[in-house]
């Protein structure tokens, strides 16, 4: 008589996951993909400076300040891409970007926003979208 050979992998043993584990299984797979999208992604740069991480919190942005962030607004620079402006530039022959309009541009002086020094414009992006909403936002547009 012969005993039979002794198995050397391990049995794989598979237990059943409640439901609730799969459902935040699935939900932090898909935030993981979403953020590698995010941040390999070409487009939607601008919101990226503000907002790295990905994530289902609403920001309650106000109108105004989205189009700030996204550029996707009535500015000739955002116009242009689609054929609906001539130009991509302010009357002053600057780019029309929101960001223009808001600190540089010498036709919209008496709106201006105080902005810092260049290599400071992250953080003071940042800190216009944690500001109460569209404060600054809401008189320039
Ligand atoms: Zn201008």
């Given at each position: 008589?012969?005993?039979?050979?002794?198995?050397?992998?391990?049995?794989?043993?598979?237990?059943?996951?409640?439901?609730?584990?799969?459902k935040?299984?699935?939900?932090?797979?898909?935030?993981t993909?979403?953020?590698?999208?995010?941040d390999?992604?070409?487009?939607?740069?601008?919101?990226?400076?503000?907002?790295?991480?990905?994530?289902?919190?609403?920001?309650n942005?106000?109108r105004?300040l989205?189009q700030?962030?996204?550029g996707?607004?009535p500015?000739?620079?955002?116009?242009?891409?689609f054929?609906k402006?001539?130009?991509?530039?302010?009357?002053?022959?600057?780019?029309?970007?929101?960001?223009?309009?808001?600190?540089?541009c010498?036709?919209?002086?008496?709106?201006?926003?105080?902005c810092?020094?260049d290599?400071?414009?992250?953080?003071?992006?940042?800190?216009?979208?944690?500001?109460?909403?569209g404060?600054?936002?809401?008189?320039?547009?």
């Amino acid at each position: 008589m012969s005993w039979p050979k002794r198995q050397t992998r391990p049995r794989r043993l598979t237990v059943p996951l409640p439901r609730s584990c799969a459902k935040q299984d699935l939900k932090q797979r898909a935030l993981t993909r979403w953020q590698r999208c995010w941040d390999d992604g070409i487009n939607g740069r601008s919101t990226y400076e503000i907002i790295k991480k990905v994530g289902l919190r609403n920001h309650n942005w106000t109108r105004q300040l989205i189009q700030f962030i996204t550029g996707h607004g009535p500015f000739p620079s955002y116009l242009f891409r689609f054929g609906k402006h001539p130009v991509n530039c302010c009357a002053c022959e600057e780019p029309g970007t929101p960001f223009h309009y808001a600190t540089k541009c010498r036709l919209t002086l008496s709106y201006h926003l105080k902005c810092s020094a260049d290599q400071h414009i992250e953080a003071w992006m940042k800190s216009i979208t944690n500001q109460s909403s569209g404060v600054c936002c809401g008189v320039m547009l």
